[in-house]
């Protein structure tokens, strides 16, 4: 038998029903049901009601009538979060609004570089957006056909491209907010020099819904580059990594968009769990990188990162390294990196860990970690992959997905002590790209200064005095 959540009253009902119409309101238990959960089926909720607001104004009066009541809301997008940030609780009391409705690219400019679209548009069409007019929108994810601009902001959404372009606060100029009384915040700034008070758009940017509800936004787009070329590399050492990070920034500059990394235990995930993949490199190595480099026109990109790699092959720095100069070389090595997520499913239960360090760090840290993982559990297999060049590991820890829940949930809290105190003493960050939501809720409080969390709760409780906006998430 299904649970359902308590009826709002009839009198809330018809008032949503008034603002939003039949398209806007579902009440459908079993429709309702693929917002309740997340996508990996981590985080189980029942929302009161969804809302589907078509435009910022409906979006506002839904807000106002949520203000009025006291009744919490959940804003969502995509539904793609890794971390169960726009996933209702149990209670029935959540109100979930849902932003994919607001599909519009309302404003795409050239030569100001910039494009204006609404929070539910979907990664993918404003990159195509872009495209279509000569630019480049460089955020990328695995999830880029389903996640919706709305929640890379509410998340900070890092991806690929970090290393050159930055993460979603660097390529957002200006947002349109409605707050959780109702009324709207129109911060859409298309301009790189304001210096008139706070910057209030970084108040929401990252905030996971508990401030406010993104509606639309000013994004930056950039000239398309034509020319790519990436490398597959072998290395020893984790700190012979790093040397060939620095030779490939100093040589090429800002044409390195991506420096990834990972092990060969990875690796070895990929191969064993995904099809139509192979190994780049003809041996095994204690540690691989994937490199790209693009620039926005022709020119000898694959010679320059040739030059560099051959000095550092000299130098005992790389072992060997295979050069993908076309699309289906560097597609197949791609593949590769973004088989990695898909392998874990299939492999075992993970206790995952998306962290961030300073670059210089990482090499200690990862021997570090490694010891105290085992220490917690000697057999424990750690799959160690990430964003090298921003510094953003995958630090996770796999074991089989026979393991009863009973040792299992245990066995998470151990190890997110164990790597998340050797984080905070590198001076690095637990949450790096997938927001904290329930995940890392608690842990936040315990690592956040006294001082840092106490002005997080000043800034919620002045914009949100009432406490409705996605309670129980980030603070």
Known sequence: MSTQAPSLSTAFLQKLHAIVGDAGLVQDEQLKQSHDIDWLGKWKGLSSAVVRPANTAEVAAVMRLCHETRTPVVTQ????????????????????????????????????????????????????????????????????????????????????AVLRYGNTRDLVLGVEVVLPNGKIWNGLRALRKDNTGYSLRDLFIGSEGTLGVVTAAVLKIFPKPIARVSAWLGCDDMLGLLEVLSRVRNDCGDRLVAFEMLTEESLQLVLEHVTDVRRPLAGSHRYHALVELADTREGELGSLLETTLEAAMEDGLVRDAAIGSNLT????????????????????????????????????FVDDALAAVHQVKADARVINFGHMGDGNLHFNVLVPLDTPDAEFHPLIQRMNRAVHDLVSAAGGSISAEHGVGQLRRDELRHYKSETEFGLMLLIKQSIDPNQIMNPGKLI
Request: net charge positive; glycine share 12%; proline share 4%.
């Open 329 to 364: 070389q560097r597609q197949a090595f791609w593949k590769v990196r973004e088989g990695i997520s898909q392998a874990q499913v299939r492999a075992g239960k993970a206790i995952k860990h998306d962290i961030a360090l300073p670059i210089s760090r990482l090499p200690q």
């Open 77 to 160: 997008g995509g539904n793609t979060g890794m971390s169960g940030g726009a996933t209702p609780d149990d209670s029935g009391a959540q109100l979930v609004l849902c932003t994919t409705r607001l599909t519009r690219v309302r404003d795409v400019d050239p030569l100001n570089n910039t494009m204006t679209v609404e929070a539910g548009v979907l990664l993918a069409h404003a990159q195509r957006a872009a495209d279509e007019v000569n630019r480049y929108f460089p955020l990328s994810l695995g999830s880029e056909g389903s996640c919706t601009i709305g929640g890379n902001l509410a998340t900070n959404a890092g991806g690929i």
